[in-house]
């Protein structure tokens, strides 16, 4: 039987991420500061790492044979046709590349699993060189574990004004025509800070920080982070305020300060 088309056992799904997620700590770390590291520019002129490659590789291979059925679409293998009626893994193997082989342990392996109609059911971000992993799951919560410690279970902050808000953000290049509002906008914060990729977006879910922006992102680096920031009672749109990773831009919140963002953005 064809089960992509039924129900799923979500717990069992979260389960086997984690275990997707184990093997890719034990390659990542392997190549973590490895003085043999190989580095190539894609056509994008962003780098990946041979440790990027082999990763979605073990990653696609397990899927493969213990999910036989499901679709897998990853940043470095590319996405196969999602118009079927398929559930479908979403691999980002190491965002934060430029971290990873700079030696900056602010990287993490990106795993979610979306339903048939591309709504993110369940994500895992493990970032083993910070000893910390994230994981949610639809209607379950979403919970941190330290250096693989008991989990916790987080929830975004209460924070109700911009004037008082922590924002986190990755740099200042792709905000194109709103970059000066972006930029005007900060002098009217309590706080930023430019800490980028994953780590923005699980500071807001643990309530850390109040919002997290990136105008220019791809499924692969949102998928795992949107279901974390939901399940912890946080709000993830695109920058045009549409839900969900499907729209190439990321603002997370507790919520409460997303639609004053959007505003002053717009």
Known sequence: MN????????????????????????????????????IETKPDATPVTDADKATEVAIRNAIAAERPDDVIVGEEFGSPDLSGDKYFWVIDPIDGTKNFLRGVPTWATLIGLANPDGEIVLGVVSSPALFRRWHAALGHGAFVSLNRGA????????????????????DLEGWGDKREAFIELQNHVWRTRGMGDFWSHMLVAEGAVDLAVEPSLALWDMAALDIVVREAGGTFTNIAG???PHGASAISSNGLLHQEFLNVIK
């Open 3 to 38: 089960t992509s088309s039924h129900s799923r056992d979500l717990v069992a799904d979260l389960a086997f991420a984690h275990r997707l997620a184990d093997l890719a700590d034990s390659l990542t770390m392997d190549r973590y500061q490895a003085l043999d590291l190989v």
């Open 151 to 170: 989990e916790k279970r987080i929830h975004v902050s209460s924070v109700k004004a911009l004037g008082d808000a922590s924002i986190a953000y990755s």
């Open 242 to 244: 549409v839900a969900g």
